[in-house]
């Protein structure tokens, strides 16, 4: 062997094959694979013992139109929506105030932000019951208050869906936000003031168009998943604020029904597909999206 | 007297980037014990030359051999050699004891042994008591000695060193020059040394290899190549000088006569034939002035302006083709005045005449010999 | 002699300022009082003499002392912990081997694969969990902690590459090529020195693949068996019967340790910072 061809092998064609070939392998088998696996059994059906018979059909995806399901996209698209909004409004003013303190207070606000996140979801959704509950809190606060003089109803409607997967899915929309403003550098904003803007048209002007990459990637950040949280509308929901999530879900769990699963699954994958080209074409970088 | 080996030799090596051609046919050999400094200016190969010596890079083409065997048998941790970087590469999860020490922990040496070793060199290199600080609490030059300590402490035969001092400022760097000329005749160790610093490669080498554009220009002392430039290239990059194109008219008892674009002028030295074209160099200190012309040379001109730096006062001589013309003279001793007319001439034997590129294509074009062609092209084209 | 019109726009411009600092404080305080209001609320009910945790009605610690019988639901806690363990030793080992791999050298399909890395990040969980249960389901494997490790190490793993590689651009190549000189060889230098200089970021990178894995609901859901459920599916299943103030206690366990462990790390990070720059 020459040397150049030696030397290749040991310098990078053994340590490249030591790294990356795990999590090639990895990725592949647990990622590509069932994927493909997923779409090919979108264009199957089941038989009577719901096991899948792979012939090529495009009934699931006519399907997918019916007119049953067709309102459930409509409950749920109007779900992450109000979400993705409120998200947004609840979380850009905290990233931006985290972005502007000092390295101590931002990565304590960061940590409290996260800290939430290591008991179990689940449970904290439950918790969201005695709150907006008839006899929760709110009410009995308000009661007393005088504001009210019979609880509201605020559990089991599609503004408690909202306000779990708000609760849920903040931090997804406030870290993005937070990295765009922390990068935005800060001479801009001095040379706004410099040629006379106020401070409430320099947010207009320049911070807000600069971090709207910022406010793009989070919303891809959250409203995906709130497709697809059945969990949320399971605990808040009461079962009448069903997502294309339940659906799905359903298929899995009591219809056995999955090739139709498989076939929901895709389309969710193709508005993802959608989301994610549309921000990158607005010179949205996939790094951000990682959220780290 | 004893011959003294060649510790590492370079045969005939080409380095190709892709389809840069940056290492062209390298020749050159490392004496034992000696402090060489591979000299020349960003992107002429020297570092590239330094890595392939060390392992971490591969020639394309050619052999390198230290101590007789072959660099690419070996893997950089099997050898030898030690390399001081750059960026002095300290580990920064080690403090200065295991850094130093690490080396000697690879060979497995007893503790006892390390930590005796340890302490020495630091002495050595005047940093004891650092041994638990980290990189981070350390200035830059004492980054730098624990660099060289961490190197020199396992004795390698040969210390590769690539612009250790380039981060340093003026003074400290100075200082070091002579402590690593110190160290180096303290331990006996052949330094290979990477500058693109030719008054710091003059003050500490015992020969310089000059490189440009990857190919070896000169290899010899500091006072060979001061004085005997061969090419325009290590005479304009080495010092300041005076150069002159021209062509050969006379030769008279070792003495040429050459004509430039703005006048005659007299060199010594070397083998050159009539209507050759030549480069002539003349260090500013050997350059001279007259208000009348003198025999031999034809070179006059106005004085721009005289700079006093201190030591020498410098005057600009523009002649009449706009050739500027440098010349010094020990601050005290009489100089130019400014504005005047003068005539400027040397010593014969104080000019070096050099061949120049334009010579081979000359020479090409009048003896039209295929052979050599081809032979000239694969050495030197490019 | 600065004039009176001057001083005056100062002091103006300062209490403006210290308005804005003043309103960012409260609105920050809202947000978390919203984020941190059910976990009060769990603390609280850990404590209630009721069963159903509507009212609140008295106290009393007897939930402690049943959770701690509670078998099936320590079993669950113990499985969550146990996946948790074995999915963030296994991504932070492949995703940081794969990390150095990336940073350092080109190779075909070196974008084929960042694509793949991004898929599980970007994709529902729901189709990430459906398609692994149809895999699993084709190749006949049986669901339970093996396949569910599985399936977390699969989404764990892109969140280690990309914050170890965060950590790693800015990283000297030069240390290794140092120690190579020294007589490292490859695994020596990998061990000795690649990986204790980038461990901040593997330790980030593998505390975030434990969070995600011990609070996973949706892909757990999907590619779990019978008798391998963890923590959230258990609790899922009880928000049917309703969650009894034991689940509680349980959580507030959970809160109150995970409370010290971040808040011991910090203050530890922080003295040590301030020690570094102040020598």
Known sequence: MSIQKKYNLRNKIIPVAVTVSPVAVWLVLLIAVPLLYIFIISFCSTDAEHNIVFSFSLANYAKMFDPSLLTIYANSLAISVLTTVFCILVGYPFAYIMAFSSPFKKSMMMVFLLLPFWTNSIIRLYGWRTIIGRNGYINLALEKLGVISSPLTMLYTRGAVVLGMVYTLLPFMILPIHTVIDKLDRSYLEAASDLGAKPVKSFLHITLPLTMPGIFAGTIMVFIPSLAYFFVSDILGGGKNQLIGNVIERQFKEAFNWPFGAALSILLILITLLLVKAYMKTGGSLEELGGV | MPTVKNIVEVRHVNKYFGKNHVIKDLNMEIKEGEFLSILGPSGCGKTTTLRMIAGFEQQSDGEITVEGERVEEKEPFDRNVNTVFQSYALFPHMDVYNNVA????????????????????????????????????????????????????????????????????????????????????????????????????????DRIAVMNAGVLEQLGRPDEIYAEPESKFVADFIGESNLFDAVVSGVNGGIYTMEAETGALLGAGGDFCIRELVCACVRPEKTKFSPSPVEGFGLCGVVRENINIGTLIKSIIVLQNGHEIKISTLSGEKYPEKGKNVFVYWDPNDAVIMKTVSQEIHSMIENVDLGSFVKKAGSRAG | MKSLGECEMKLKRKSKQKLKKRAGTVYTALVFIFLYMPIMIIILFSFNTSERNVVFEGFTTKWYGIMVQNSALLYAFKNTLTVGFWSTLISAAIGTLAAVGMYRYRFHGRNLIDMLLYIPVVIPEIVLGISLLSMFSLCHVSLGLASLVAAHVTFCIPFVVFTVRARLSGYDNSIEEAAMDLGANRRQVFFRITVPVIAPGIISGAALAFTLSVDDIIISFFTTGPKSTTFPLKAMELVRTGITPDVYALSTIVITVTFSVVLTVQTVLYKKNKKLNES
């Open chain 2, 102 to 205: 690490f080396g000697l922990k690879m060979k497995k040496l007893p503790k006892s042994e390390i930590k005796k070793k340890v302490s020495d060199i630091l002495t050595l290199v005047q940093l004891e008591g650092f041994e638990k600080r980290y990189p981070s609490q350390l200035s830059g030059g004492q980054k730098q000695r624990v660099a060289i300590a961490r190197a020199i402490v396992n004795r390698p035969r040969v210390l590769l060193l690539d612009e250790p001092l380039g981060a340093l400022d003026l003074k400290l760097r100075k200082q070091m020059q002579l402590e690593l000329k110190r160290l180096q005749k303290k331990l006996g160790i052949t330094f290979i040394y990477v500058t693109h610093d030719q008054e710091e490669a003059m003050t500490m080498s």
